[in-house]
């Protein structure tokens, strides 16, 4: 079946350093896929998403890019601020259905 | 402003209740989700509707129940046979179909303590 598997958290990092999340993922066929951002006591919000190989999605400063050749689909940011700390969800979607697959979480936490 | 509202924030009931979860949406999507998140993990889906009057389990069904007699509404029962109830809950929806246009829409969630 189909699986996302994200680097296991928490990521500490000083502000201003740069963000590596790494998440890979197995489907069959041509998924799409999201990151999606939950901050402390919220809901998941879309941070960006991808609907084919090579497609670059990005947003607030974050971006991932869509690697067929990988299965991945890598979150990065040039410069984390304290307000970036959250968890962080990959998860992919199949053309099948309407369902997303999420992976495990990783918690962000950013030090000034 | 169009969203998904989840109520109440926080719930607290006692073991053997039941507990009904109220979710609403006014985006006028055909489809909705329920999820439970347990603390450091991800979410596991519960059940999901594509349309009003039909619902299918997820992964984790047994112990919840749901129904969907409006478009914009999609409660969710915990029922006492559910064995661990207390967890964070997260409700969704989308419009249904393919296209690039989806995307999950998330509530704020319910914390659930069942003591």
């Known amino acids: 079946g189909d699986s996302v598997t994200q680097m296991e958290g928490p990521v500490t990092l000083s502000e201003e350093a740069f963000l590596t999340i790494n998440c890979t993922y197995t489907?069959?066929?041509?998924?799409?896929l999201f990151w999606y951002v939950q901050y402390p006591g919220e809901g998941l919000q879309l941070l960006l998403k991808a609907t084919k190989a090579d497609d670059k999605g990005s947003n607030k400063g974050f971006e991932a890019t869509y690697r067929k050749e990988t299965t991945s689909f890598h979150l990065e940011k040039g410069s984390v601020q304290v307000s970036d700390s959250a968890v962080y969800f990959c998860?992919?979607?199949?053309?099948?259905?309407?369902?997303?697959?999420f992976g495990g979480g990783t918690r962000l936490m950013v030090k000034p | 402003d169009g969203g998904i509202t989840q109520s109440p924030k926080y719930l607290f009931r006692k073991e053997g209740q039941n507990v009904t979860l109220s979710c609403e949406q006014n985006l006028n999507h055909d489809a909705m989700y329920w999820y439970r998140q347990d603390p450091g993990q991800g979410l596991r889906l519960i059940y999901y509707?594509?349309?009003?009057?039909?619902?299918q389990k997820g992964d984790i069904a047994e112990g919840y129940s749901v129904s969907r007699e409006k478009k914009e509404s999609f409660p969710l029962t915990v029922t006492s046979a559910q064995k661990n109830p207390t967890a964070f809950y997260l409700c969704?929806?989308?419009?249904?179909?393919?296209?690039?246009?989806?995307?999950?829409?998330f509530g704020p969630g319910t914390r659930l303590t069942v003591t």
């Open positions: 969704a929806s989308s419009v249904a179909g393919t296209g690039n246009s989806y995307e999950q829409y």
């Open positions: 998860a992919l979607r199949t053309n099948a259905g309407n369902m997303l697959t």
């Open positions: 509707s594509q349309i009003v009057n039909d619902f």
């Open positions: 489907a069959t066929g041509y998924p799409s």
